[in-house]
């Protein structure tokens, strides 16, 4: 290869190590070569990175969200052209919850670009403004780009011919990866909260322990979202979303906000009304959470010596108590597995410091709603992509953070069925590909269930409803898995879902639960319903 190709792929790959890099993922091309090449090459021997291969960008993007989302550090690496342009999804997911991914994309060299070259496209900004491009064409250039551990990194690299090395790449053993460590945050000052008004603590996606710890310091209920990281302990109130609908949500006056929380139409209302004080406390990603004259504050601290009124707490934990047992009884005497039923099995079969990689649209909010929290110190990690909340790339992110987390005791993934066929690549792994034990959980009612609980799924709208938002399919999972070499099983019923969940086959598989969205929006209707008339919430 080139001296410049080779000195930019040696400079890249101490980029690398120097920036606590221990994941690369690789999707094969011609442009990126030098660069692959020498990551394989640090990828042999003992410190080198662990190397992932991708033919598709876009699931290889998502395979290194996963993975940095877990607690890796992951770089991942395309040609030019348009396997940069399919990174865009993650980038964007990556950039709206505050994940540190590094973007690796190779180019031509500048002069050839608007000349009309072959794989040749203005890669400069191609994630937009909320993603910057380091264009680098020295190895000076690129050492010279700082490797921020909460932003994207964009690379693009400028690579000129010849782009294979004229001897075998020998890896440089002195280059050690993963030695970098992610900066301390600034602590934030606190700010004293005062007794008095009745306050919930709303806790959105990432939020974290503070928000138990402050719900806890005060006395005051917790409205934690599974994917908050703070739903453990006494606080934590399984039915809120349902309770907020009621005299009891309607007696709110302040609402202290940790996270970013996505779920809810409820707490939606519950900040946006005018009669109630909003604290945010700013979160991570590109656009943190600012509701409507909401007032941010730093670290939110309770001062007092002892908790609030106790009789506020109280009054939610009753109501939630009631409503649960209403929602459990509701749900037993279903003739047929619902939804709900597979996404609370599910988290009942995730052991104390298991993972839970969770789709968006219907799963992660059916799994709001039964998931009883466990006590503090058994927390079981619970991911989502919030950021943008699409369902693309969850089977990767999926895989990737399973492979990611040390010491996992069980990975599971839950997504309903266009989540899975969206990312159905993710399955394609080549025999020398690392695979982790992960069991995947498909909910399949054969279409979009989300949308008939929406206006979308109105009555006057039905002669639009299947083509438009229900999109049936039709697919044949087993065979879909078959092609890929994935144990499959098929449920239909609580029993036979406990007993697959309880026997896990080891590597990656497929539970596909059977479920049905016709009578979904009338199943929703009835379980808002449970909250009328019940005590203490007048």
């Known amino acids: 290869m080139s001296t410049s190709s080779a000195a930019l792929a040696d400079a890249l790959v101490a980029w690398l190590a120097r920036a606590g890099v221990t994941e690369v ?7 990126n070569a030098p660069l692959a090449m020498a990551l394989w090459a640090a990828a042999q021997h003992d410190g080198g990175p662990r190397l992932h291969t991708r033919i598709d960008e876009r699931t290889a993007g998502f395979l290194a969200l996963g993975l940095t989302r877990s607690g890796a550090r992951a770089a991942v690496l395309t040609t030019s052209g348009t396997a940069v342009a399919n990174l865009h999804p993650a980038v964007l997911e990556a950039v709206h919850s505050g994940v540190g991914l590094v973007v690796v994309s190779a180019d031509r060299p500048a002069r050839l670009r608007g000349t009309g070259a072959n794989q040749t496209t203005d890669q400069v900004g191609i994630f937009g403004p909320l993603a910057a491009t380091h264009d680098v064409a020295t190895a000076a250039e690129l050492d010279a780009v700082a490797a921020g551990w909460d932003d994207v990194v964009h690379l693009n690299v400028q690579l000129d011919t010849p782009l294979v090395p004229d001897a075998p790449v020998v890896p440089d053993e002195m280059v050690v990866f993963g030695g970098g460590s992610r900066p301390k945050r600034p602590v934030r000052r606190e700010t004293d909260l005062p007794r008095g008004p009745r306050t919930v603590v709303v806790a959105g996606d990432d939020a974290g322990p503070p928000a138990r710890q402050l719900a806890e310091a005060a006395g005051w209920p917790l409205l934690a979202e599974p994917t908050s990281g703070a739903r453990t302990g006494a606080n934590p109130i399984r039915t809120y979303r349902l309770l907020l609908g009621t005299g009891l949500g309607e007696r709110i006056e302040r609402v202290v906000v940790l996270g970013r929380p996505t779920l809810s139409r409820p707490v939606t209302r519950l900040l946006e009304r005018p009669d109630v004080e909003v604290l945010v406390v700013p979160g991570r990603g590109a656009w943190p959470l600012r509701p409507p004259g909401a007032i941010a504050v730093d670290g939110p601290f309770w001062a007092g010596d002892e908790p609030d009124d106790p009789a506020w707490l109280d009054a939610w934990r009753a109501a939630d108590r009631e409503l649960s047992l209403r929602l459990d009884r509701l749900l037993a005497a279903e003739p047929a597995l619902t939804p709900y039923d597979v996404a609370g099995a599910t988290h009942a079969a995730l052991p104390a410091g298991g993972l839970l990689v969770v789709g968006a649209s219907s799963p992660v909010r059916d799994l709001d709603l039964m998931v009883r929290p466990p006590a503090v110190g058994t927390r079981r990690k619970v991911i989502a992509n919030r950021g943008l909340a699409g369902i693309d790339g969850t089977v990767s992110t999926a895989i990737g953070a399973a492979l990611g987390r040390d010491g996992s005791t069980r990975n599971l993934a839950l997504m309903g069925d266009l989540t899975f066929l969206h990312d159905q690549t993710a399955l394609v792994l080549g025999p020398d590909e690392p695979r982790p034990d992960l069991t995947i959980v498909v909910p399949n009612d054969d279409g979009g269930a989300i949308f008939s609980v929406l206006e979308q799924g109105a009555p006057a709208h039905a002669a639009s409803f299947e083509r438009l938002f229900g999109t049936p399919h039709g697919t044949d999972l087993a065979s879909l898995c078959a092609a890929a070499r994935i144990p499959h099983l098929r449920v239909s ?11 896990p086959n080891g590597g990656i598989e497929v539970v596909e639960a059977v479920v049905s969205r016709t009578g979904r929006r009338d199943l929703d ?8 008339d019940l005590p203490g919430t007048d």
Do not use: H
């Open 25 to 31: 993922v690789v999707a094969p091309g011609s442009r």
């Open 493 to 503: 019923s609580r029993p036979e879902l406990d007993q697959a969940l309880a026997m």
């Open 525 to 532: 209707a009835r379980i808002r319903g449970l909250a009328a």
